[in-house]
């Protein structure tokens, strides 16, 4: 019978034992270590989605509900090959339809983005038009989005 000596991957320490297993049957662990804030952890971990299906914001374009800002936004999502779009019934949606896509128009699974989109507005003050930080000025919201964007989903700044 061979051992392996589990670490944990948060705090290094072997203070470690099994804690039963995840739904494809893949071993969990504990670590028992009071000053470590993983506590349960895997060894290997198994992607159940596609990279794009994560939840994080892929790109955006900014402006009115305008077919050319659509236009815009369908160029940033080229390299990610979706191939279902969820919509409000927008008429960009048809007017432009791109080869092998389906378009599913149903406020269904569309809750996440709309939750999103409440996140922003209560995190970026600037994006109610109530506040003194509003700016009129459409670089100003650009860059403030962008920074915002890729602090929170990306970590990046």
Not at 21 to 45: A, H, I, M, W
Not at 90 to 116: C, D, F, M
Request: proline residues 3%; aromatic residues 10%; contains cysteine.
């Amino acid at each position: 019978m061979a051992m392996i000596l589990v670490k944990c991957p948060r705090c290094r320490q072997t203070e470690v034992v099994k804690h039963g297993v995840d739904s494809k049957g893949k071993p969990r662990f504990l670590c028992r270590n009071q000053k470590c804030d993983k506590k349960t952890f895997q060894l290997e971990y198994e992607l159940n989605a596609k990279y794009h299906r994560t939840g994080k914001i892929l790109a955006y374009a900014l402006g009115r509900r305008k077919d050319e800002v659509y236009r815009q936004l369908r160029k940033l999502l080229r390299p990610f090959q979706i191939k279902r779009l969820y919509t409000d019934n927008w008429g960009a949606y048809t007017r432009h339809p791109q080869k092998g896509e389906k378009l599913v128009v149903s406020k269904k699974n569309t809750q996440r983005i709309e939750s999103k989109h409440l996140n922003f507005r209560t995190r970026i003050k600037r994006l109610v038009r109530k506040t003194i930080c509003f700016s009129k000025s459409f670089l100003m919201h650009s860059v403030a989005i962008g920074l915002f964007i890729n602090r929170y989903e990306f970590g990046l700044i």
